[in-house]
């Protein structure tokens, strides 16, 4: 069966930098262009080096895991390209925000004013006031402009297909894991060189709290600050505070998003450990379940020396185990595979396997998104990825933080 053409072309503006560069350097760009008849590249700004101007007028091989060349489509500014140039140009109608999340409500915020759609990096933003804030503007938003949040794995054909299904079709489940611990990698923060957040909230503490009188606009240490402040409401920034909001903001919410997807949001959580680099948590199910039986997810997570990535989630019924194998977000050649295990008649292991390449995850997202944005095709998109949806995950990073201080008191462990 052919496939529906897009009637809508989407004109896409990247801003990024750091390690979401990286991201969109080996990964989207070469699904962008992989998409010519849904996406054309129109700018990107990388406050990690020389922003360039590109025009997608190449065919760029995703399976080859080709970065294109840019000599062949790309023009050069005359003059330096700045993310105000990107948001306020009237041919762009889609904005990729993969800043640092400090910036994610900045620039989120003010393309939904110019009236553009964003496709802003998981997490929507640190702090639930300022997610509460990008949701109103994505509702003032002139041209119904949306938000979609990138969370690619959530996308995984084989996901999709086999484990949400495989899951449903249990008649209760029992118990659940969820673990990601992951060694030295540059394709995401949390594995990255760290970036020390804590040392630089010291030693600039007094600066955030300043007026800058050359630049109206809040400075980036200012800007995370203040994001702080509202996550922990007033409480003492500590190491400890700051470590756990990192990860979650980095590593864990791409956990916890697809945790929630197949299971829901928990009805509770205990047991925090935060031993830097290492955290876990027991998440509780025991309402709205099926015949209302309660079950308990072990959350496992953090990183090593060791140049490996053990990530999943399995869940366990009475006669058939789910499982979901992932990779790092943003690594390449790591595919999803779902693994199903059930006994045969005479009580042998039966197992099956279904797996997705690392690169369908993307594609997949990207038709998502543009289906959700432009309402092309013969049927409704909805997106799980929205900025309603994302809210849920700072809801839960703020239940964990509350646990975490009931445990703690003003009695400091390291495990918490």
């Given at each position: 069966m052919t496939q529906t053409q897009p009637q809508t072309l989407l004109r896409v503006g990247i801003l990024t930098a750091d390690e979401g560069a990286k991201a969109i350097q080996t990964i989207y760009l070469p699904a962008?262009?992989?998409?010519?008849?849904?996406?054309?590249?129109?700018?990107?700004?990388?406050?990690?080096?020389?922003?360039?101007?590109?025009?997608?007028?190449?065919?760029?091989?995703?399976?080859?895991?080709?970065?294109?060349?840019?000599?062949?489509?790309?023009?050069?500014?005359?003059?330096?390209?700045?993310?105000?140039?990107?948001?306020?140009?009237?041919?762009?109608?889609?904005?990729?925000?993969?800043?640092?999340?400090?910036?994610?409500?900045?620039?989120?915020?003010?393309?939904?004013?110019?009236?553009?759609?964003?496709?802003?990096?998981?997490?929507?933003?640190?702090?639930?006031?300022?997610?509460?804030?990008?949701?109103?503007?994505?509702?003032?938003?002139?041209?119904?402009?949306?938000?979609?949040?990138?969370?690619?794995?959530?996308?995984?054909?084989?996901?999709?297909?086999?484990?949400?299904?495989?899951?449903?079709?249990?008649?209760?489940?029992?118990?659940?894991?969820?673990?990601?611990?992951?060694?030295?990698?540059?394709?995401?923060?949390?594995?990255?060189?760290?970036?020390?957040?804590?040392?630089?909230?010291?030693?600039?503490?007094?600066?955030?709290?300043?007026?800058?009188?050359?630049?109206?606009?809040?400075?980036?240490?200012q800007l995370l600050h203040s994001l702080l402040d509202e996550v922990f409401q007033g409480q003492d920034l500590t190491k400890e505070r700051i470590a756990l909001c990192e990860f979650l903001a980095s590593l864990g919410c791409h956990d916890l998003g697809l945790m929630r997807d197949t299971l829901g949001y928990p009805d509770a959580v205990s047991s925090i450990s935060v031993n830097e680099p290492y955290y876990s948590a027991v998440f509780h199910y025991y309402s709205g379940g099926r015949d209302a039986h309660p079950f308990t997810l072990m959350y496992e997570t953090g990183t090593d020396a060791v140049p490996r990535c053990d990530a999943h989630l399995a869940i366990y019924g009475d006669t058939k185990t789910v499982s979901v194998y992932y990779g790092l977000p943003y690594g390449q050649k790591q595919g999803v595979k779902v693994v199903v295990e059930t006994a045969d008649e005479n009580g042998e292991m039966k197992r099956s396997e279904t797996v997705s390449e690392w690169e369908e995850s993307y594609v997949e997202e990207l038709k998502t998104l543009h289906a959700y944005l432009t309402g092309d095709g013969d049927r409704v998109v909805t997106a799980r990825t929205t900025a309603r949806d994302a809210m849920q995950d700072l809801k839960l990073f703020q239940t964990i933080f509350e646990q975490y201080d009931r445990q703690c008191g003003t009695i400091r462990t390291p495990l918490g």
């Open positions: 962008l262009h992989a998409l010519p008849a849904f996406f054309q590249v129109k700018a990107i700004y990388d406050g990690s080096k020389q922003p360039q101007s590109y025009e997608n007028n190449n065919h760029c091989n995703i399976k080859a895991n080709n970065v294109c060349n840019e000599t062949n489509n790309t023009t050069t500014t005359t003059k330096s390209l700045t993310p105000h140039a990107i948001l306020t140009d009237p041919t762009i109608t889609l904005i990729l925000n993969f800043m640092p999340n400090e910036y994610h409500e900045t620039y989120t915020t003010a393309a939904l004013a110019a009236g553009k759609h964003v496709m802003v990096e998981t997490p929507l933003s640190l702090s639930i006031p300022s997610a509460r804030r990008i949701l109103e503007a994505e509702k003032r938003s002139p041209n119904g402009a949306k938000v979609f949040v990138a969370c690619a794995r959530r996308y995984a054909p084989s996901i999709q297909s086999v484990f949400l299904r495989e899951v449903a079709s249990l008649d209760r489940i029992y118990y659940a894991r969820c673990r990601n611990i992951a060694g030295p990698s540059t394709a995401h923060t949390a594995t990255a060189p760290r970036k020390k957040v804590w040392s630089e909230v010291s030693d600039h503490h007094y600066h955030y709290h300043q007026i800058n009188k050359e630049n109206k606009e809040p400075t980036r240490p």
